[in-house]
């Protein structure tokens, strides 16, 4: 018997007999109601509450178009690194546009901003509430221009832009531009919608459709002003090919209808839809047209701006676009000519006929005289004989050439 087991007392005669119980067993047994205890709490105990999904996701942006100089800065790094249609822009990520540069950038919302050459912009925020799809983006234009266009109406969410000087929120589907210039003076335009403008010294302006507002380096804002309404343009049509003879002396007329009020027009033509090298970039006054001339072969791209009385200027047209080809050379028509004679006596040939006034002529090479009439008697000396072939060309004041041949015959 072994030391952990117990022999059962017997009392009597009668046998009283006990089962023989390991400690062991009982061990192994109260570890099994503890685990059942603990599955049941698993299975039927109170739940802890899941994690709450985070407030915001970040959505990012990329580049639609890149054209000259244009790179960025990642958050965090000292470097400036190419710009790529490849490249994913995120929080705190700098833009910058060389002279001639220019990129067309998407937001997740769907917004667009247009960043003009010498130009300097931050992405601040593009995020979405992945409960309530509400997307915010945030811009900041430290110096330059841009234009934008928000996201379109029935997205949940908001946008910001901001200058040194200026902090604007625009609603869903509006479109404006926004300069900077040194020292932080802002210029704000809506051309469609409207927005809210806070100035750094504390200024709440609302700015609607057509309406501009100005803000000094020192943060405070002008009175709003009222914007000219679009041109339209309507010389040369859209997509037109115009054919010139000689593309030295060909003269391109670009035309458009005034607008009510306007004291002048800004054209700008370009060789691109960009308009970040303008060819012209011109102020044209109260005409409501534009000579270009001497113009390359090629394709150009023009848009115009009216300029209101009190200097602002309004929302450019669209862009139309014309080409300029030159006219494939024609042949010049050949001058008439009669070829009456071509007589020898002794060794001169005398020669008579008729061409058209101005042209030139020669026989066999040899020049002759032509009369303002055109008509023509010539004496020259000849080697050949009689029956020989001469050739007489006229050539006409357009460059048209023609070419007679006779036989030398005998002079009476």
Known sequence: MTSDEKQPPQQGGDRIEWFTVSYRTLALAGVAVVLLAVLA?????????????????????????????????????????????????RPSDLVRTGSGGAAEILLADGMHVSVRPDSLITIVESSQNPVSREQRTALAIQSGEANFQTAARGVPGSTTLSTPTVRATAERDTTGNIRVAEGGATGLRIFRGQGQAETRGGQRIAVKANQGVNVDAAGAAGPTVSLPTVPLLTAPPNQTEIVYRNLADGLT?????????????????????SFSRPLYDRRVGRSTQMELRALEAGSYYWKVAAIGGEGAEGAFSDLWRFSLAKAPPVAAAAPSLLFDAAELKGNVLHVRGRTEPGASLSLDGQRLEVQADGSFNEFVAFEGTAGATVVLKATGVGGGSVEQRRRVSVAN
């Open 253 to 273: 007329l670009l035309m458009w209808n005034g607008v009510s009020g306007a004291s002048g027009y800004r054209v700008m033509v370009d060789f691109g839809p």
């Open 41 to 89: 709490f698993v299975l039927f105990g109170p739940k802890a509450a899941p994690p709450p999904p985070p407030a915001t996701v970040e959505t990012g942006a990329r580049f639609l178009s890149i054209e000259g100089s244009v790179q960025v800065k990642r958050a965090g790094t000292l470097e400036w690194v190419p710009a790529t249609r490849a490249l994913v822009l």
